[in-house]
């Protein structure tokens, strides 16, 4: 396999996860906020795809597979976990800021974390 | 002040990430893998399944997917609770 | 409500949709796939019925205590499953080798056998019902929610 310079997918993660951190840290509204942890869970997933690659590797599956070496299985598992957990996290917090937008009557993080009455 | 303190802790998050990133095995090589490997050998034996990442998921790491599952049903149980109250509010107010 | 083209079309896909993932549910232990991704496909089609019609409309259908008692089942089957092969750890698979689900395949590549793999198949339906039932109770309660009307238990 060619030689892919400078570990190139795992930059590309940290880039991500950077990215979502300057989103969570300096956006006020919590709509964008959200999104931003999604995004650091698509650079988790990532890393965790990338770290388990093995250079020309198969799918681990072995329905007609051809001959070669298999990338890492455990690591995907975890992806798939992840995945999932994300998905929970990501609907518990819509509902959390739909219930504060009911309450405070706007998105602002600013506004919403007085917590008045 | 509050903006500055935010970019310089940003600084230090990405500084930390690259740099951890840079110090990591060369992609498409990882190091130890003895696990995986013995996971892929012996997985259909013992599972009987073809496919490795799903004898992972269900039977090697059962108690992971366990959980994962009751995190799951946590929060279907927590957005039915919070979308809910609507109509008792608006009585009470 | 869109417009009756949209209707049409989607009521025609959602078979479609729903053979789609009960198929890669129940070939979970073959090819890529199992209950989480298999179920995810059918939520994608019960979201493209909430986009075609009314949530009202589908309320009528679907009611939020059927879909709990759903996920609760999955749920328990699963941890039912898990607790089967207590006897030498938990989460032993215990039904490889027996008759219902367990030959063991030849190693190495091959197209594969359904009837393989002990209670992974189980456990595959047991994880598709419980992530079609507790997403499409979050999907119509957001749903619902956003177009005004009672959420119900």
């Not at chain 2, 073809?50 to 998921?57: C, D, K, L, T």
């Not at chain 2, 039977?59 to 109250?85: H, N, Q």
């Amino acid at each position: 396999m060619e030689y892919i310079p400078l570990n190139f997918p795992f930059l590309a993660a940290a880039l991500l996860a950077g990215i979502s951190f300057y989103i969570i840290i300096f956006r006020k509204n919590l709509i964008k906020l959200i999104m931003g942890v999604g995004m650091m869970s698509s650079g988790v997933n990532l890393f965790l795809v990338a770290l388990g690659y093995r250079a020309g590797g198969n799918v681990p599956i072995y329905t007609d597979v051809p001959e070669g070496p298999m990338v890492l299985s455990v690591p995907q598992a975890l992806t798939l976990t992840s995945i999932v957990i994300n998905v929970a996290v990501l609907a518990l917090m819509l509902s959390m800021v739909i219930n504060v937008y009911r309450h405070t009557g706007s998105l602002d993080s600013e506004k919403s974390r007085k917590m008045k009455g | 002040m509050r903006k500055i303190a935010g970019l310089i802790s940003w600084l230090v998050l990405v500084a930390f990430l690259v740099s951890g990133m840079l110090l990591l095995h060369p992609f498409g090589y990882p190091t130890p893998s003895d696990m995986d490997d013995y996971i892929i050998e012996n997985a259909q034996e013992e599972t009987g399944s073809n496919s490795v990442v799903a004898s992972v998921v269900f039977d090697y790491r059962g108690f992971d997917t366990l959980g994962e599952a009751t995190i799951l049903f946590t929060a279907v149980t927590g957005v039915l609770l919070l979308l809910r109250t609507r109509k008792r509010k608006e009585e009470s107010s | 409500m869109l417009s009756k083209i949209v209707r049409t079309v989607a009521n025609q896909l959602i078979l479609f949709i729903l053979t789609f993932g009960l198929y890669i549910i129940a070939h979970g232990h073959l090819t890529p796939g199992g209950g989480f991704q298999g179920g995810a496909v059918v939520v994608s089609g019960v979201v493209m019925l909430l986009v075609a019609f009314n949530s009202q409309e589908l309320k009528k259908s679907l009611r939020e205590r059927l879909l709990t008692i759903m996920e609760s089942t999955g749920a328990l089957i699963f941890a039912i499953l898990g607790f089967v092969g207590i006897g030498t750890t938990f989460f032993y698979n215990i039904l490889v080798g027996s008759p219902v689900f367990g030959r063991i395949p030849p190693s190495g590549a091959g197209p594969g056998d359904f009837w393989t793999a002990g209670y992974i198949p189980p456990m595959n339906f047991a994880v598709g019902l419980k992530v079609i039932a507790g997403l499409t109770a979050v999907v119509l309660a957001l749903a619902l929610f956003a177009s005004g009307e009672e959420v119900e238990e």
